[in-house]
């Protein structure tokens, strides 16, 4: 027998994705229902495009009553619920169409949804929970809870059923939630819901999400531990719940309360990767790195954790895999750390920060740079694409001639952009090519890369000794943002003028001046221009930040100069009482 699918929605001003939504799942399902609450944008042209039945709802600030609204019009033997800014995996209806073949009515069929987080949708920023997506039709289910709503029967004894199905959801990047001041409206309904019902452990959970969201860690866990008074393994979101506890301790740094956590949730989940993968991080963080790669180690084993013990998306694998690639990275044991870097890249092919760190133990390793670009190239599969990223790698690694090599490539394969021609600014600038770097006229007053595209231009003219023109250029750059950078330029022109300089400032806590003056330190430290890198210096002398020794002792170490960064660093501690850990590990340097 055939099991005919309704997909029922409830939507408001969704436009922006609801398109794709339903192109995700108008080949699965028999009938769309809609249930519009009050859209002012295409969003009803677009259903009705996809031939959806469209009903109207008044909204009433609760979202069980618009769902269950929706089940209302379903008339198919099988309910999928779907959200306008979801997307069914492609890949994954295969297995949907198999599960048709077998359903049961007392099983609620929960899916695994995977949210993206942050700026824009990639792999590295997902959260993941279970949601019921598939239920039977006219078998008493219904929705309560103002928000977060919960799937409840009242009628028969139903059990849920995790699916390896995944379903993408868009609404917590950072641009979806600010549009429709998410965060706001439901705190403000999950109070009201509280205050009806004090004891309400779920309404409490979703509040601490929703502070957490808004970086507000303290009032989370408030919200997170007054939900854990009613503690239960048998609640949907209990696992979760401690997950949260977990990480809101991470972020207070209450390190040792985030382990106790950790441990009691092993207890009840010990198939949980996630629990371990947060294990790992505290002790890391802790400098504990025994214990950390056991935990880490231990997500590796498991491999593949029950759908309903994941949240943090990952661990199993690449997050896991990274980290210990990371720890090895800190023990300076470059073999283990290229093969989990090799490993992360395997399972997870966009894992670019991976290529930056397996240079850089090329690098340290003295390998010679045609075999290091051999093996950066041998990461790459997509071809001219990677030119880029290549270039920028070897460009973190002060290998700039090679790097100017392969912006070339991408100009021959017709790559154009404004990185790139930002970077071969930055690339002719240390490489000596001052004629080149000042000839480029190419970024225009509107681009983010504006200000240091000409102050590049205002070092080289000064290390060509043309003074006048490096004022010339200094004179275009205007904006109160700006200001004190451009204080540095002016007395960076006078000092290699052999004029007077000027006290840029007497505040030891004002670190306005000290990146721009580091800046031209640094270029010419690493063009050799020992003797101009001298006078250079003095511009340190017109600021009064104290960390300026600290921060000079790290250039020297990038560069090479391990013995001058270790007198920078004593100076810094005699001089100053300044000094930090990295600083620490260069001393301990033989």
């Known amino acids: 027998m055939k099991n005919e699918i309704s997909l029922c929605m409830i939507v408001k001003n969704e436009e922006k994705y609801l398109s794709q939504c339903l192109n995700s799942v108008k080949d699965i399902v028999d009938e769309i229902i809609v249930v519009d609450t009050g859209s002012t944008d295409k969003t009803v042209d677009i259903a009705k495009s996809f031939g959806a039945k469209l009903y109207y709802f008044k909204w009433n600030n609760n979202f069980s009553e618009a769902r269950n609204i929706s089940l209302k019009y379903a008339t198919k033997d099988w309910i999928l619920i779907m959200d306008a800014d979801d997307e069914f995996c492609n890949e994954d209806k295969i297995k949907f169409r198999e599960l048709l073949q077998q359903l049961n009515e007392n099983m609620i069929y929960y899916f695994e949804t995977l949210n993206y987080c942050g700026d824009i949708p990639n792999n590295s920023n997902i959260s993941v929970n279970l949601n019921p997506r598939l239920f039977k039709n006219n078998y008493g289910f219904f929705y309560e809870g103002k928000v977060h709503n919960q799937l409840m029967n009242n009628s028969h004894v139903c059990s849920g059923a995790s699916c390896a199905i995944r379903v993408y959801h868009y609404g917590y990047l950072e641009s979806t939630v600010k549009d429709k001041d998410k965060r706001n409206r439901n705190i403000t309904l999950l109070k009201d819901q509280i205050s009806k019902d004090p004891n309400d452990s779920y309404a409490y959970f979703n509040l601490g999400n929703e502070y957490y969201a808004l970086g507000d860690n303290e009032k989370a866990l408030e919200c997170y531990l007054k939900s854990y008074e009613d503690f239960s393994l048998d609640k949907g979101y209990s696992f979760v719940l401690m997950i949260k506890m977990i990480i809101a301790n991470i972020d207070l740094k209450r390190y040792d309360e985030a382990l106790k956590l950790a441990d009691k949730a092993a207890e009840y989940y010990s198939m949980s990767t996630d629990i371990y993968y947060l294990k790992g991080l505290i002790y890391e963080i802790q400098g504990r790195y025994t214990l950390a790669i056991r935990a880490l180690e231990e997500c590796i084993k498991i491999a593949n954790p029950p759908s309903e013990y994941k949240f943090i998306y990952g661990t199993e694998s690449f997050k896991s895999l990274y980290e210990l690639a990371n720890i090895y990275m800190k023990l300076k044991d470059y073999t283990s750390a290229f093969k989990y870097y090799e490993d992360t890249i395997r ?155 000027k006290i840029l400032s007497e505040d030891e806590k004002e670190k306005g001046y000290t990146n721009t003056i580091f800046k031209i330190c640094e270029v010419l430290l690493i063009n050799k221009e020992l003797d101009k890198f001298e006078l250079s210096l003095e511009l340190l002398n017109l600021i009064s930040d104290k960390d300026v020794l600290n921060i000079l002792a790290k250039i020297y170490y990038k560069h090479g100069y391990v013995e001058m960064a270790k007198n920078e660093i004593l100076r810094s501690i005699k001089i100053f009482d300044v000094y930090d850990n990295y600083g620490l590990d260069i001393l301990r340097e033989i």
């Open 347 to 501: 399972v997870k092919r966009d894992s670019v920060e991976c290529i930056y760190n397996i240079c850089h133990i090329l690098k340290e390793e003295k390998r010679p740079i045609k075999e290091i670009k051999a093996i950066i190239e041998g990461l790459f599969s997509e071809y001219p694409k990677a030119y880029q990223i290549i270039a920028d790698v070897l460009f973190n690694e002060g290998y700039y001639e090679d790097a100017l090599e392969y912006e070339k490539k991408c100009e021959d394969a017709g790559i154009e952009n404004e990185d790139l021609k930002m970077f071969k600014s930055n690339c002719f600038l240390r490489t000596k090519n001052y004629d080149e770097c000042v000839k480029m006229n190419s970024i225009t007053q509107e681009s983010p890369y504006y200000f240091q595209f000409l102050t590049n231009k205002v070092i080289a003219f000064v290390l060509k000794e043309q003074y006048d023109e490096a004022k010339k250029v200094l004179e275009n750059i205007k904006g109160e943002e700006s200001k004190k950078e451009v204080q540095v330029y002016e007395q960076f022109i006078n000092l290699f003028m052999g004029k007077e300089t």
